[in-house]
């Protein structure tokens, strides 16, 4: 495992450095099927010097990435990347963005690292050895009720056509008077909830790359996460709910089981 960390750290730092050489400088942008889904030079540039980081050690595991990974490899190890969560961000020279590295072993996430390079920021956890930030153990928040809860959330970029009812469900938490953000980047809600600064995240379609990090990182600082219904979590699988684990886990379902 010792030697999947230190991978992963030399991607995540690698990948940082061409984020911040390009953070508010000229770069090409370009946009996905959505239009307001971009992918830039950087996402790409990212995503390729992760792949050869991996597989200058690791030849034979299979990357799951964003921008189109290399999954061609007969392995059950499958390092799952998103090279730059919180890309409308960057390419508004908005400084909350990060890179998002797994590890998953035979379909379960082992290891999860999401780092934060402009704000200074790295989470990382191992499965079964607690959650840290900057070499800092964290844990999620005590926050026992909704009503004193901040939550954030994010919206996939067709959120227009109210797709799996996401503005249906933005309304109904609204409604309840709560402090609500909305940061642009879904790991990073994650690694927030974490350490603490919010007590609930939910989002209706996420992708594996934006969440297989944030998801183990938010289990092993002692928070749970299920799909809407209190249902079982797959990163494979599109809604997450993630939580400190308190008693707002279950009153947040309930808000969620109104526009299902
Ligand atoms: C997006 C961000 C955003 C979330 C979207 C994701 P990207 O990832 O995580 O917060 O709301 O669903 O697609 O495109 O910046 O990698
Ligand atoms: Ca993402
Ligand atoms: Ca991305």
């Given at each position: 495992m010792e030697e999947y960390k230190k991978v992963m750290n030399e991607a995540a730092e690698e990948a940082a450095k061409i984020q911040l050489e390009y953070f508010e400088k000229d770069f090409e942008i370009g946009r996905k099927m959505?239009?307001?889904?971009l992918v830039t030079e950087v996402d790409k540039r990212c995503e390729a010097k992760i792949i050869e980081i991996i597989h200058n050690s690791f030849p034979d595991h299979n990357v799951l990435g964003?921008?189109?990974?290399?999954?061609?490899?007969?392995?059950e190890h499958v390092w799952i990347v998103d090279p730059i969560d919180g890309t409308v961000n960057y390419a508004h020279s908005l400084p909350i963005f990060c890179v998002s590295i797994a590890l998953e072993i035979k379909g379960e996430v082992v290891m999860g690292m999401v780092y934060s390079a402009k704000n200074g920021e790295k989470f990382f956890a191992e499965k079964g050895k607690g959650s840290y930030l900057n070499d800092k153990r964290i844990k999620v928040s005590d926050v026992e009720l909704l009503k004193d809860s901040m939550l954030v959330t994010g919206f996939p970029y067709d959120a227009k056509e109210n797709s799996n009812h996401c503005i249906d469900h933005f309304v109904n938490f609204i409604k309840l008077g709560l402090p609500i953000r909305r940061l642009g980047s879904a790991a990073l809600d994650a690694c927030y909830v974490a350490c603490g600064r919010f007590e609930g995240f939910w989002e209706v379609n996420l992708n594996p790359w934006d969440i297989a990090a944030g998801y183990l990182i938010i289990l092993e600082a002692g928070g749970k996460v299920t799909d809407f219904i209190g249902g079982k979590f797959s990163i494979y699988k599109k809604p997450v709910l993630a939580t400190n684990g308190r008693s707002l886990h279950d009153e947040m379902i309930e808000v969620l089981k109104k526009s299902l």
């Open positions: 959505n239009y307001s889904d964003e921008e189109g990974g290399d999954l061609h490899k007969k392995s």
